[in-house]
């Protein structure tokens, strides 16, 4: 292949994603508004300046765009977690900064809070996103004694339902850093920590979500 159609290949290959991803971005804009799908694929393609027709160069369905979104959006916050939280060694505490960062995320992220607030707990066991992190994070803590849990996946579920219940009263109350330390808290005694360990790993020093 000569360098001229290289180039022309990668350039295609470049718009292709960008138009792929302004239509998911268009996508998650509508999905935190809203949380709903009830939009047609003109308003989508409206909203991602794109071309009627070019939605199904990407997507065969709305459906397919929106699912894409969603693990867009989540995998987006997975790796923002990661970051802030890689270097602490405890794993009862990166867990409880994970959970005070996600309850602080309505002021910092609402995008993301939006989506999460709408379709968090249909990807909690997700094979992307923020589902994967956690049950890694909690079979690590298992592992190391941290956590005295049967079975992490259920730790999961319980977990998973508790935060994003907060996230929810977030809609109509202010989350502060007061709740975020008592959300963490409490589920690290859910977790197996006792009531004065707890309290101790929930309130140190958080580290800042970029």
């Given at each position: 292949?000569?360098?001229?159609?290289?180039?022309?290949a990668?350039?295609?290959?470049?718009?292709?994603a960008?138009?792929?991803?302004?239509l998911?971005?268009?996508?998650?804009?509508?999905?935190?508004e809203?949380?709903?799908?009830?939009v047609?694929?003109?308003?989508?393609?409206?909203?991602?300046?794109?071309g009627?027709g070019?939605?199904?160069?990407?997507?065969d369905?709305?459906?397919?765009l929106?699912?894409a979104?969603?693990?867009?959006?989540?995998?987006?916050?997975?790796?923002?977690?990661?970051?802030?939280?890689?270097?602490i060694?405890?794993?009862a505490?990166?867990?409880?900064?994970?959970v005070?960062?996600?309850?602080l995320?309505v002021a910092s992220?609402?995008?993301?809070?939006?989506?999460?607030?709408?379709?968090?707990?249909?990807?909690?066991h997700?094979?992307t996103?923020?589902?994967?992190?956690?049950?890694?994070d909690?079979?690590?803590?298992?592992?190391?004694?941290?956590?005295h849990?049967a079975?992490?996946?259920?730790?999961?579920?319980?977990?998973?339902?508790?935060?994003?219940?907060?996230v929810?009263?977030?809609?109509?109350?202010?989350?502060?850093?007061?709740v975020?330390?008592?959300?963490?808290?409490?589920?690290?005694?859910?977790?197996?920590?006792?009531?004065?360990?707890?309290h101790?790993?929930?309130?140190?020093?958080?580290p800042?979500?970029l």
């Amino acid at each position: 292949m000569q360098p001229s159609t290289v180039q022309s290949a990668n350039r295609f290959e470049r718009r292709r994603a960008k138009t792929r991803q302004a239509l998911i971005g268009a996508a998650r804009g509508i999905l935190a508004e809203q949380g709903g799908t009830d939009v047609s694929i003109q308003v989508i393609a409206e909203r991602a300046d794109v071309g009627f027709g070019t939605f199904y160069n990407h997507f065969d369905t709305k459906d397919d765009l929106f699912d894409a979104a969603v693990a867009d959006a989540l995998e987006e916050y997975g790796r923002l977690l990661d970051a802030a939280t890689g270097g602490i060694d405890d794993p009862a505490e990166t867990f409880a900064a994970n959970v005070r960062l996600t309850v602080l995320l309505v002021a910092s992220h609402p995008e993301i809070t939006g989506i999460l607030r709408f379709r968090g707990l249909q990807h909690v066991h997700s094979g992307t996103g923020l589902g994967p992190r956690a049950l890694r994070d909690l079979e690590v803590g298992k592992a190391s004694g941290r956590f005295h849990i049967a079975d992490a996946r259920v730790a999961l579920s319980a977990v998973g339902g508790a935060v994003l219940g907060l996230v929810q009263l977030g809609a109509t109350s202010d989350l502060d850093t007061a709740v975020a330390e008592q959300t963490a808290e409490m589920v690290l005694r859910m977790l197996g920590l006792s009531v004065e360990e707890a309290h101790e790993v929930a309130t140190r020093p958080l580290p800042a979500l970029l």
